[in-house]
Every structure is written in structure tokens, then in C-alpha cells.
């Protein structure tokens, strides 16, 4: 059983990644559907198709690569854990990696982007951290 399902889907895309694959299947979540969402207005992923077999939903997301081959994902990790929860307030969160990078904060008002966070006055749980 998983326990961890943000986890697994950060994990399956980063390792799609490195093999260079076109698409990866992750397990559907809601809070998973708001991540790839914002990976994908963030320009890391070109885009996504929710598809149901049975009962079972998964993603299916369409990976992103330069003019050279090479994954425009340099690093995915996630921050807080099921173990270890990290929690931060909106003026900690105003920038990563000097604005090259964003981080993906689970706030009161939805899962959203370290930058509209800030915008938005609001903080709560850091979820994970690309660039």
C-alpha cells in the first residue's frame, strides 16, 4: 500500500526524466492533479490526460525537453514528508534558486506556486522544490 502519493508521482517523473520518456502514467490524486498542473504552466511538462480504467484513474503527462534532448527538470525534490512536515509563511517563500526555481506549497486557498503564494499573502506546506 502507498502511503506517499506526491512522492511517487515527483519520483516517477524525475526518473522519466533521466531515461529521456516521452510520457509517465502517475496514480491520480487531486493534490498530484494541482502539481502537474503547475509544472506545466511552470513550462517543466508539456502536458497531461486523466484516464480511467475501472475505477482506476491515473495521469498520463507528456514530458518536456530543449532543442539538445536534455529534460528542462534539473531537480526535483520533495520537502515535507509523511515523517517531517515543512511549513513556511508567505515572505519565507518569496523566492528559490533567485527566481529560477519554484517551490509547490499546499496553502488554505489550494495547492499553488511559491511566486503566487506570495502574491496571495498566504503560506502552509511545502510540498516540493524544482528547478
Do not use: H, Q
Given at each position: 500500500?502507498?502511503?506517499?502519493?506526491?512522492?511517487?508521482?515527483?519520483?516517477?517523473?524525475?526518473?522519466?526524466?533521466?531515461?529521456?520518456?516521452?510520457?509517465?502514467?502517475?496514480?491520480?490524486?487531486?493534490?498530484?492533479?494541482?502539481?502537474?498542473?503547475?509544472?506545466?504552466?511552470?513550462?517543466?511538462?508539456?502536458?497531461?490526460?486523466?484516464?480511467?480504467?475501472?475505477?482506476?484513474?491515473?495521469?498520463?503527462?507528456?514530458?518536456?525537453?530543449?532543442?539538445?534532448?536534455?529534460?528542462?527538470?534539473?531537480?526535483?525534490?520533495?520537502?515535507?514528508?509523511?515523517?517531517?512536515?515543512?511549513?513556511?509563511?508567505?515572505?519565507?517563500?518569496?523566492?528559490?534558486?533567485?527566481?529560477?526555481?519554484?517551490y509547490i506549497v499546499s496553502t488554505s486557498k489550494g495547492v499553488m506556486a511559491n511566486d503566487d503564494a506570495y502574491k496571495n499573502n498566504v503560506g502552509g506546506e511545502v510540498?516540493?522544490?524544482?528547478?
Amino acid at each position: 500500500m502507498m502511503t506517499d502519493v506526491v512522492a511517487d508521482s515527483l519520483a516517477r517523473i524525475k526518473n522519466a526524466a533521466n531515461r529521456r520518456l516521452d510520457t509517465t502514467e502517475l496514480m491520480f490524486s487531486n493534490t498530484v492533479e494541482s502539481i502537474v498542473k503547475i509544472l506545466i504552466d511552470k513550462g517543466y511538462l508539456e502536458s497531461y490526460k486523466i484516464n480511467e480504467k475501472g475505477n482506476i484513474k491515473t495521469i498520463a503527462t507528456t514530458l518536456k525537453y530543449d532543442d539538445n534532448g536534455r529534460s528542462l527538470i534539473t531537480e526535483l525534490k520533495k520537502i515535507s514528508k509523511p515523517g517531517r512536515r515543512v511549513y513556511k509563511g508567505a515572505k519565507e517563500i518569496k523566492s528559490f534558486k533567485n527566481g529560477y526555481g519554484s517551490y509547490i506549497v499546499s496553502t488554505s486557498k489550494g495547492v499553488m506556486a511559491n511566486d503566487d503564494a506570495y502574491k496571495n499573502n498566504v503560506g502552509g506546506e511545502v510540498l516540493c522544490s524544482i528547478w
